[in-house]
């Protein structure tokens, strides 16, 4: 029996068969061969290398002699590589790796396959999206096969939202915003923060106070998350404050108060007002002219501020004369000051009162005469009050001696002196007449003399003039030559 060495392939299913021919080496017998075989004539991958395996062969008289070969079993033939396409997720680092068997769909070699590897294999935020990879597999006599599949890198892990509570001013217009870059506390994402916002991030006078906010954080592969933080919204602006100088009256106890209506000017606050308020707000005659007050504005939100304007205090009001009305004085022939009783006034503010008149004393004109009493208080405010003084003159004047001595005289009367009277009002009263006052005839003449005070009293006397002539002429002669 004559062998040869031989190697045979395992095919695809791990299987090889030798026949005789594949190992028999030109076998001979003189006398022929009757049959041959080989032992064993089957493989597996459990045989892959080098066997030894027996050739048997029997002549046709029943000799039989063997021999033996090498078959080598190799196994060439490469693993089923299959590979399935995977979603992977990173994980809040912005990693994630993946294994052959995750990406394995059942790759098989009839030897069996003893390692898998893929490739790449870790992924970062860097690959989200559709990712190649390569899955090699190697079976247990070192046949490589290779395939591709897509490994679909997700970021869902949401960003870490930080927020942190803030104030703010409102301004001056009683508004105030806010950015999401103020109530961020470091919020972060593994694969980077493609926006923030918070809302609401405006305020007006209505949102004094504390304001939950919601601050929203979407990173760069669309996933959100949020949180929320306290905004303090405080209104800090004072409001502004107008207030007018005015001018106020006493009253008629001396007394004057003022509202906060009357001093503010249109005072303002964008927040609104809560309370006004003015001091000092009543004032007295000690405050005549003008005073400092201050107008206190107070916004809803307790802010405060003030202002000063010019309160002018005045008495207008007159004095009050005692009497209602003043009695009637009367008298003949004058009234002097000291006939007059001077009337007096009070005063809202007290203090003194003066008190003039219109007319000169003594008073001597017959008839009525009205004072006007002057009251000014110390303001200069003046009330007016009159008094009737009534002068009627009923007594006729009185003739200086009881009768008039007659007048006798020769030849004649001339320049007969006026005899007086005395009168009550006018003083001495010189007589007057319609009567000559001279006379040169001889005769007798009555002269009715009259005595009038002016005031429509007359009183009158008599006075007899005699003119005679009883005296003889005196003769008287010269010489003549």
Known sequence: ALTQDITVQLDNLGAASIVVADINNESSDACGIASMSVSPDS???????????????????????TATSTVTIEDKVAPVASAQDITVQLDESGNASITAADVD??????????????????????????????????????????????????DIVAPVASAQD?????????????????????????????????????????????????????????????????????????????????????????????????IDNSSFDTC????????????????????????????????????????????????????????????????????????????????????????TFPITAQGLTVITWSFEDVNGNIATQTQDVMLEDLTAPVPDVDSLDDIIVECEATTIAAPTATD????????????????SEEGEYMILWEFNDGNGNVSSQEQWVTVKDNTAPEVTTQDLT
């Open 272 to 359: 609104g007002i809560a309370s006004m308020s003015v001091t000092p707000d009543s004032f007295t005659c000690a405050e005549i002219g003008d005073n400092t007050v201050t107008l206190t504005v107070t916004d809803v939100n307790g802010n405060e501020s003030t202002t000063t304007s010019i309160v002018t205090v005045e008495d207008s009001i007159k004095p009050i004369p005692s009497a209602t009305t003043l009695p009637e004085i009367t008298s003949e022939c004058e009234v002097v000051e000291t006939d007059v009783t001077v009337p007096t006034a009070t005063d809202n503010c007290g203090g003194v009162v003066s008190v003039s008149n219109d007319v």
């Open 424 to 439: 009550s009002c006018a003083g001495t009263v010189t007589g007057t007449t319609l009567d000559p006052t001279s006379y």
């Open 43 to 65: 493989f597996t991958c459990a045989e892959v290398g080098e066997n030894t395996i027996t050739l048997t062969v029997i002549d046709n008289n029943g000799n039989e002699s």
């Open 105 to 154: 769909n059942g790759s098989s070699d009839a030897c069996g396959i003893p390692s898998m590897s893929v490739s790449p294999n870790s992924f970062t935020c860097a690959e989200v999206g559709d990712n190649t990879v390569t899955l090699t597999v190697i079976d247990n006599n070192g046949n490589e096969s290779t395939t591709s599949s897509t490994v679909t890198v997700e």
């Open 166 to 262: 803030i104030s703010v001013q409102l301004d001056e217009n009683g508004t105030a915003t806010i950015t999401a870059a103020e109530v961020d506390n470091g919020s972060s994402d593994a694969c980077g923060i493609a926006s923030m916002s918070v809302s609401p991030d405006s305020f007006t006078c209505a949102e004094v106070g504390e304001n939950t906010v919601t601050l929203t954080v979407i990173d760069t592969n669309g996933n959100e998350s949020t949180t929320t933080s306290t905004v303090t919204v405080e209104d800090n602006v004072a409001p502004v404050t107008i207030a007018q100088d005015i001018i106020v009256q006493l009253d008629e106890n001396g007394t004057a108060t003022i509202t906060v209506e009357e």
